[in-house]
């Protein structure tokens, strides 16, 4: 009944999204919030990316400070 | 013998123009109503209501992947786990970046009409026929009396005459309506809430912001928020359009035009001629009076409407703002 991924899974799962999200951010960056039809708030997704980006930071650190 | 033939075949030929007649109105009213149905679906696709995303995607995938993260713990398995993950993070990121609100653009114009009718009818009611001239605020933090707390704020003032004066420090202090030296009315601006709301978005106050920095700033931002379409700002140095004979300021105004381009502006209804309105080519639609309460605060100067030219397709406004120190 444990959960199967390790911290080190999730540190890379994290950076992977981290990776994406930040791209798509970047892309979207020069376009206004509507898509035609499509609405979305840019600023939350390039905030869940930072998030993201920030979270795997804490995952390196982690890893420095105990490295086993 | 040939009269009764040519007779026939002329009766013929008569018959044989009326059927191909009916067939091209039959033809004609066939493709007529083939061209309603189109139009009457394009017309529907057009006004179908723009709704915020409902979510639904957004709740399947956090469902199925909290429940696949349950199947991964008891099974022990890292590929469930990862997908499970993967799915709870998607959906719960798109709820997350759904839009707060969105409200059709002639919702917006429909909204400003009623402010600009009433504009219309003081204006006319009272015969005035000076240009309106934006005053700047006392910037946030500066330190006034509480008498003068009231001149933090932005305000147009119409005067009776074609003068460019402004009123006393008192009477602007005061709050009043209708001014007497000089005579006038003072109100809010129309595009005092856009401004504001650009101020919040950018994180900027404009009183603190040099003009060019504004210049910079502030298509971006009205392109952003779908306003309109794009906006060109030129500063330029021009000749005097503003008529200041007989003001006690004269002396003290030095004029300079900025040369603002809207393009497919989502106000540009306002301007349509079969409305009547005159106050939008006044002050402008409430983005074009943003714009001008904008450029008054950073320059710290007066700001007003020295041309204005629309496009007769309303596509393309052109305003002159012209700045003068005071």
């Not at chain 1, 990776?19 to 939350?44: C, H, Q, W």
């Not at chain 2, 931002?221 to 005097?240: D, H, N």
């Amino acid at each position: 009944m444990n959960f199967p991924l390790t911290i080190w899974d999730v540190s890379l799962w994290i950076a992977v999204m981290a990776i994406i999200l930040l791209i798509t951010s970047e892309l979207l960056a020069p376009y206004s919030n509507y898509f035609g039809d499509f609405v979305m708030e840019k600023k939350r997704l390039r905030l869940a990316a930072l998030v993201l980006g920030a979270a795997f930071m804490v995952t390196v650190l982690l890893r420095v400070v105990m490295p086993f | 013998m040939t009269l009764p033939r040519t007779n026939e075949k002329s009766n013929n030929k008569g018959k044989n123009d009326e059927k191909s007649e009916e067939a091209t109105v039959e033809y004609l009213l066939k493709a007529i109503e083939d061209l309603q149905k189109q139009n009457e679906i394009l017309k529907r696709e057009v006004l179908k209501p723009k709704r915020t995303p409902s979510g639904k995607i957004g709740f399947t995938f956090l469902t199925i992947g909290a429940l696949m993260l349950l199947w991964s713990v008891l099974k022990t398995s890292t590929v469930l786990a990862f997908i499970g993950l993967g799915l709870t993070f998607w959906g719960a990121l798109f709820l997350f970046v759904r839009p707060v609100k969105f409200v059709r653009g002639t919702i917006l114009d429909s909204t400003a009409i009623s402010s600009y009718t009433t504009i219309d009818r003081i204006i006319q009611d009272l015969n005035y026929e000076g240009r309106p001239i934006y005053i700047p605020p006392y910037p946030k933090e500066a330190y006034l009396p509480e008498y003068l707390k009231n001149l933090k704020e932005m305000i147009v003032v119409i005067p009776a005459e074609d003068i460019l004066t402004v009123p006393t420090v008192d009477e602007m202090a005061k709050k009043q309506f209708l001014l007497k030296n000089p005579k006038g009315i003072c109100i809010a601006p129309p595009g005092f809430g856009l401004m504001s709301l650009f101020e919040n978005e950018l994180g900027l106050d404009f009183s603190s912001c040099s003009l060019e920095q504004l210049c910079n700033n502030l298509p971006a931002i009205i392109t952003e928020l779908a306003l309109a379409e794009q906006i060109e700002i030129f500063m330029e140095k021009g000749p005097v359009h503003a008529k200041v004979e007989g003001s006690i300021y004269k002396d003290l105004y030095q004029p300079d035009l900025i040369h603002v381009i809207i393009r497919d502006s989502i106000y540009k209804d306002l301007f349509n001629p079969e409305r009547g309105l005159k106050s939008p080519h006044l002050f402008g639609c409430p983005l074009a009076s943003a714009i001008a309460c904008a450029l008054s605060k950073a320059a710290g100067k007066l700001v007003t409407t020295a041309k204005n030219v629309v496009s007769s397709d309303l596509k393309t406004i052109e305003i002159w703002y012209q700045t003068l120190k005071a």
